[in-house]
Structures are given as C-alpha cells and as structure tokens.
C-alpha cells in the first residue's frame, strides 16, 4: 500500500530579473528535500480554489500541487 502526500505552490511567482534561477530552483529543492525524506515525485496536477466573500465577489487562485508518494509502512 502507498502514502501518498501534496505539497501546494503557487502557479505564477513574481520575482527579479537577477533572481529567476534561485526561483525556479527552489521549486525542484521541494522535490529534492523530499526525495532525502523517502518520498518519490509523482506528478504536477494544477488546481484552482475560489474564496467566497459576502459581498458577491469571488476570487480564484490557481496552485500546483507536487504529489509525492512512498511505501506505507
């Protein structure tokens, strides 16, 4: 049987033109951390939430979400 585990990032990540690389390597330092951690990558699956407020006025968010998995144990 398998454990399976999400870790949610944001879709768009607003950075510096001189910080791009640290950006998107900090996004394959989560799959690296949690390889170390016995988890293996799975998949990206994208998801979108939208927060209801009183007013009528919806707002969506879009994410990723890395999907990890390992043996149960």
Known sequence: MKEYKY????????????????S???YFD??????????QFVQVAQ????TKSWAFKNTTEKRNVYIFAKDAE
């Open 7 to 22: 870790i949610s990032v944001p879709e768009v990540v607003v950075t510096k033109k001189d910080k791009v690389n640290e």
């Open 24 to 26: 998107v390597n900090a």
């Open 30 to 39: 989560i799959i690296t951390q949690e390889s170390i951690e016995g988890w």
């Open 47 to 50: 998801i979108s939430l939208v």
